[in-house]
């Protein structure tokens, strides 16, 4: 399994990314998607999901009317679309796939909101 993120980097508060995260190594279209953050000194927190058909979403409450998260199942991609963002966004952002029982995480991108 291998997941890799792109889409990351500096923003002015307000401003929008999109951010992508491109799977191998599974039957992608099968498998529930998810995107986490990690902010320095924080905890990784779920951002978004979606399910393997991507006709269900849930959001946390921080971010919801703002970012949204799209998959293309012909592509074996998940993005995560980022508008109105805020410095409180400012974070590592992760995609990351539960299969065969365990978890797989990218490298993660990095999303600064700063003027």
């Known amino acids: 399994v291998q997941l890799v993120e792109s889409g990351g980097g500096l923003v002015q508060p307000g401003g929008s990314l999109r951010l992508s995260c491109a799977a191998s190594g599974f039957t992608f279209r099968n498998y529930v998607m998810s995107w986490y953050r990690q902010a320095p000194g924080k905890e990784r927190e779920l951002v978004a999901a979606i399910n393997s058909g991507g006709g269900t979403t849930n959001y946390a409450t921080f971010v919801k009317g703002r970012f949204t998260i799209p998959r293309d199942n012909a592509k074996n991609t998940v993005y995560l679309q980022m508008n109105s963002l805020k410095p409180e966004d400012t974070a590592v952002y992760y995609c990351?796939?539960?299969?065969?029982?365990?978890?797989?995480w990218g490298q993660g991108t990095q999303v600064t909101v700063s003027s």
């Open positions: 990351t796939v539960v299969t065969g029982g365990t978890g797989y």
